[in-house]
């Protein structure tokens, strides 16, 4: 089976962090056997045609070199948000993604498989009219695409909706995005989720005892976006009353650094917070280990995004962390209250603070709500499960056109 992946954004060297559960999908789809490709957009001028691990990667070019830069780096509204003439790269991104859809679809494969549809299931149409309508369309949504629609552009909800409906099938990354797809249409949806690496992927588990002599360590990962909530987090810092030598290690990038470094002045705990960056796989390793909680205190952001799942927490109990995150978006299908972890209010830094006070008073439960929820995650969000759901999603698709 031929699939090929619309894509807004795939890595561009072997270190480049950019969706390495998808390049984990493809990975696994063409070891089965399948010839699963890519269809991304160019970068700042690079190259046409690629391999990544093995992978072919087709991009296609929408504007001079300098001036490839819409995706990447970034999500496009933010890039938007942050560079209104950046809007302008739009229509020739979408023109170009259509005639190369059309062009990749001459070769009709069995299945294109579009990742974020709001807009790529353009692109993914175009494969289909390419190949004579023999090819199947699946639609991935990832909850951003949606949230982003209803909260700032309600003027293209029937877009939105022609998204869906245009699919053979439909996948979501959650419970509380499928839900929301439902309300689009009535193409059979299923909830795929990113995938957690268990199997011989040679990461050491050591489930270190929380505190020991030393302070309580929290830990953040993520970008540094609104929706993570980070400052709220640096908040309930503050608020911890019986343990005022916490500290919090905060690991990734984005614009929002200087506002949670900002934050963390006013309120007294500086010195408390570190502000790594970016940082290797081995350096993000030992800190999943060294450290005692981590948390996730997402919250909407204004656009009314948050979470589509919290794959940062899949990775947190695979190394069997206690984990607190907020109760909202996908996060709740990773979680469950006081069975795997503790689920907060978003928002909230004092309902924050009491949850990492009860959970590191409490070191015996909360080793064991780490060690359920790192069960709970190998047995959902195993790779096996991940594929073998998106190949049931490929099935019916192929069902659905061949009828057609």
Same mark, same amino acid.
């Given at each position: 089976?031929?699939?090929?992946?619309?894509?807004?954004?795939?890595?561009?060297?072997?270190?480049?962090?950019?969706?390495?559960?998808?390049?984990?999908?493809?990975? *696994?789809?063409?070891? /089965? $056997? %399948?010839?699963?490709?890519? !269809? &991304?957009?160019?970068?700042?001028? @690079?190259? =046409?045609?690629?391999?990544?691990?093995?992978?072919?990667?087709?991009?296609?070019?929408?504007?001079?070199?300098?001036?490839?830069?819409?995706?990447?780096?970034?999500?496009?509204?933010?890039?938007?948000?942050? *560079?209104?003439?950046? /809007? $302008? %790269?739009?229509?020739?991104? !979408? &023109?170009?993604?259509?005639?190369? @859809?059309? =062009?990749?679809?001459?070769?009709?494969?069995?299945?294109?498989?579009?990742?974020?549809?709001?807009?790529?299931?353009?692109?993914?149409?175009?494969?289909?009219?390419?190949?004579?309508?023999?090819?199947?369309?699946?639609?991935?949504?990832?909850?951003?695409?949606?949230?982003?629609?209803?909260?700032?552009?309600?003027?293209?909800?029937?877009?939105?909706?022609?998204?869906?409906?245009?699919?053979?099938?439909?996948?979501?990354?959650?419970?509380?995005?499928?839900?929301?797809?439902?309300?689009?249409?009535?193409?059979?949806?299923?909830?795929?989720?990113?995938?957690?690496?268990?199997?011989?992927?040679?990461?050491?588990?050591?489930?270190?005892?929380?505190?020991?002599?030393?302070?309580?360590?929290?830990?953040?990962?993520?970008?540094?976006?609104?929706?993570?909530?980070?400052?709220?987090?640096?908040?309930?810092?503050?608020?911890?009353?019986?343990?005022?030598?916490?500290?919090?290690?905060?690991?990734?990038?984005?614009?929002?650094?200087?506002?949670?470094?900002?934050?963390?002045?006013?309120?007294?705990?500086?010195?408390?917070?570190?502000?790594?960056?970016?940082?290797?796989?081995?350096?993000?390793?030992?800190?999943?280990?060294?450290?005692?909680?981590?948390?996730?205190?997402?919250?909407?952001?204004?656009?009314?995004?948050?979470?589509?799942?919290?794959?940062?927490?899949?990775?947190?109990?695979?190394?069997?962390?206690?984990?607190?995150?907020?109760?909202?978006?996908?996060?709740?299908?990773?979680?469950?209250?006081?069975?795997?972890?503790?689920?907060?209010?978003?928002?909230?830094?004092?309902?924050?603070?009491?949850?990492?006070?009860?959970?590191?008073?409490?070191?015996?439960?909360?080793?064991?709500?780490?060690?359920?929820?790192?069960?709970?995650?190998?047995?959902?969000?195993?790779?096996?499960?991940?594929?073998?759901?998106?190949?049931?999603?490929?099935?019916?698709?192929?069902?659905?056109?061949?009828?057609?």
């Amino acid at each position: 089976m031929r699939i090929l992946h619309v894509v807004t954004a795939f890595p561009r060297t072997p270190e480049d962090p950019i969706t390495p559960w998808l390049v984990e999908l493809i990975r *696994r789809q063409r070891a /089965a $056997g %399948l010839d699963a490709q890519v !269809l &991304a957009p160019a970068y700042l001028g @690079g190259p =046409e045609r690629e391999a990544f691990e093995d992978i072919p990667v087709h991009r296609f070019r929408y504007a001079p070199a300098s001036w490839e830069m819409l995706t990447h780096d970034e999500t496009v509204p933010d890039r938007i948000r942050q *560079r209104r003439y950046v /809007a $302008g %790269l739009v229509p020739p991104y !979408l &023109a170009a993604g259509i005639r190369a @859809g059309h =062009e990749a679809g001459r070769s009709s494969p069995e299945v294109v498989h579009v990742h974020w549809p709001m807009p790529h299931a353009l692109i993914g149409a175009a494969v289909r009219r390419g190949s004579g309508g023999r090819t199947a369309m699946v639609c991935s949504y990832y909850s951003v695409e949606l949230n982003w629609v209803k909260g700032s552009m309600p003027r293209l909800m029937p877009f939105l909706r022609w998204t869906a409906r245009s699919a053979d099938a439909v996948t979501a990354i959650s419970t509380s995005t499928a839900d929301a797809v439902r309300q689009l249409t009535d193409t059979p949806v299923y909830i795929v989720p990113y995938g957690a690496a268990f199997e011989d992927d040679g990461l050491p588990v050591r489930c270190s005892a929380l505190r020991g002599e030393r302070p309580l360590r929290l830990l953040f990962v993520g970008r540094l976006v609104e929706r993570k909530g980070v400052e709220v987090l640096v908040r309930a810092l503050s608020a911890l009353s019986a343990f005022p030598d916490a500290e919090l290690t905060v690991i990734g990038t984005g614009e929002r650094a200087t506002i949670i470094e900002r934050t963390a002045r006013v309120h007294g705990v500086a010195d408390r917070v570190r502000m790594l960056g970016s940082v290797s796989r081995d350096r993000l390793v030992e800190s999943y280990e060294d450290h005692d909680i981590f948390v996730l205190p997402a919250v909407v952001d204004e656009k009314g995004d948050t979470e589509g799942l919290g794959v940062v927490l899949l990775e947190a109990l695979r190394f069997e962390r206690p984990v607190i995150a907020s109760g909202i978006g996908g996060i709740t299908d990773i979680v469950e209250h006081g069975r795997s972890g503790l689920l907060v209010p978003p928002g909230d830094s004092d309902a924050l603070a009491s949850a990492i006070e009860e959970m590191a008073l409490d070191p015996e439960r909360a080793r064991a709500m780490a060690a359920t929820g790192r069960e709970d995650v190998r047995r959902q969000f195993g790779w096996e499960r991940v594929v073998m759901e998106t190949s049931r999603a490929y099935r019916v698709a192929m069902e659905r056109r061949d009828g057609a």
